[in-house]
């Protein structure tokens, strides 16, 4: 089996993906998935991840409806611009999205913003039948993403397509709430949906999705010098320019200076995304940061990298882009709402870090399995876990379910727990290596006299006994401070 159908297969027999959903209706809608129990809190570990860094980068949370007028989007730009180019099946009457099709069988082939007659004539070329039925594809058009619905009995609105507009649109409150001053920032964790074309990239392309986007509003004379990328100067990113395929590392203090960025406001929200995909525990090999071509940028965007891991199965792909949004948002904003956004005669610019959270948690699964000739396990890194720890009784008798209970209760209010009973120990320790718990607490005989109990460390599979008492310690350190299992042997 490749990498990518084990994970999979691990991800859909353990309870991290299932779909597509709602699966009992005729197998589910093309583009939408469940979470199950574990794959929820793996989730929820990588979404923790995001809300601590940004917060600890001093970014603010904050949470906007995800139901906008119709006014927004044409503010925004999405209802004129936001659309991919179709074709449909002249055969089986399916539709597809045209840049992919085309990309599927010619890999190589760069079609991102060519027109609808462009490609059409690429189809021709280059005999691209229907990927279904191999019928005859008929004319290209553009197909409009945004999902339409109504408020009331008639006002026209749509579901976002992002979280980011919905963030900008409260510029004027931030101002008052951040004492006039820039820059600030603030982020936003939530549902967005787009109306996908035939999505076929299980859970990196979906119709609806969870964001986490963080926004940097900055005056123009405040981008050039920027003070913050001192404190991480010597931090080393790994650079892929767009006219480039060679990695080259590059000291944050030094993106500038050799003309990777033009901005030290840009390359300090470049190094924030690394960091945040870093603390996820990615393995470092399989991070780059890739700039767009200048012809991909959107017509107002200055800049724009993104983070990018190298997946088994999509090979280098997108988790996070960083993007130099200049002046465009809040100036459109603010000529459609007729509100004033003006500070000292300027409006201010939007450097931004956009991540899209299944991709990332699909990508995390992956760079997590492990394997050797017997069987494939998961093992993240500290803390990451989606159970942190579990507690098993070794036998169902002579008060070792009692006192694993009350371990279990003790430390429950401060990981993510699991309690099991159910056969032998040698399977419970199995079950969990598989799913990567990280600590496995085994209560014996012993235990009910002496009050220590077995921890056992996944990654090495090496144990030690611990007195109960000191277990929540131990843990904690282990999860999220320098202790490591062999300082405690
Ligand atoms: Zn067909």
């Known amino acids: ?66 139901i906008m007028p119709k006014e927004v989007w044409q503010a925004s730009g999405h209802l004129e611009g936001f659309s991919d180019p179709v074709s449909k099946c002249l055969g089986c009457k399916s539709y597809f999205r045209v840049d992919n099709t085309i990309n599927e069988k010619f890999p190589d082939l760069d079609v991102e913003g060519l027109n609808n007659e462009k490609l059409k004539e690429i189809l021709d070329k280059k005999k691209i039948k229907c990927p279904s039925c191999k019928g005859e594809l008929g004319t290209v058009e553009s197909f409009d993403l945004m999902m339409k619905t109504k408020i009331g009995i008639d006002q026209e609105a749509y579901l976002r397509p992002e979280t980011a507009t919905t963030t900008y649109l409260l510029y004027p409150e931030y101002y008052r709430f951040f004492r006039t001053k820039l820059p600030f920032g603030v982020f936003q964790i939530g549902k967005a949906y787009r109306n996908e074309i035939s999505p076929r990239q299980g859970v990196f392309r979906t119709r609806e999705f969870t964001q986490a986007e963080a926004q940097l509003f900055i005056l123009k004379d405040q981008e050039k010098k920027f003070e913050k990328i001192n404190d991480y100067a010597e931090e080393i990113l790994p650079l892929v320019k767009h006219n480039s395929k060679a990695i080259k590392k590059v000291k944050l203090k030094d993106v500038v200076k050799q003309k990777y960025m033009k901005k030290e406001a840009y390359s300090y929200m470049v190094y924030v995304a690394y960091k945040l995909i870093r603390d996820m525990g990615f393995d470092e090999k399989k991070i780059r940061i890739r700039q767009h071509t200048p012809e991909k940028l959107a017509h107002y965007a200055d800049d724009a990298w993104d983070i990018e891991v190298n997946t088994d199965r999509y090979g280098w792909f997108e988790l996070c882009g960083v993007h130099d949004r200049t002046d465009y948002d809040l100036k459109r904003h603010s000529k459609y709402s007729k509100t004033k956004m003006e500070v000292a005669g300027e409006v201010p610019r939007i450097l931004e870090i956009a991540f899209g959270l299944e991709r990332t948690t699909y990508s995390l699964l992956e760079n997590s399995l492990v394997n050797d000739k017997e069987r494939d396990w998961l093992e993240f890194d500290k803390g990451m876990a989606p159970i942190d720890v579990a507690i098993f009784p070794l036998m169902k008798k002579e008060g070792m379910p009692e006192l694993a209970k009350e371990i279990f209760a003790e430390l429950d209010n401060e990981f993510i727990c699991n309690y099991d009973d159910s056969g032998s120990i040698g399977k419970r320790y199995r079950r969990m290596d598989e799913i990567g718990t990280s600590f496995c607490i085994t209560v014996d005989h012993d235990s009910v006299k002496e009050g220590d109990v077995t921890l056992r460390e996944i990654s090495t599979m090496t144990q030690v006994r611990v007195k109960k008492t000191e277990l929540k310690e131990i843990i904690r350190d282990l999860l999220y401070g320098d202790l490591t299992f062999e300082k405690i042997k």
């Open 1 to 66: 089996m490749k990498v990518e159908d084990k994970v999979m297969d691990l991800a859909k027999r353990r309870g991290f993906i299932w779909g597509p959903s709602p699966n009992i209706y005729q197998g589910g809608l093309k583009g939408f998935y469940d979470w199950g129990p574990l794959g929820k809190l793996l989730k929820n570990k990588v979404e923790n991840v995001l809300r601590k860094g940004f917060s600890g980068f001093s970014f603010w949370e904050v949470e906007c409806p995800t």
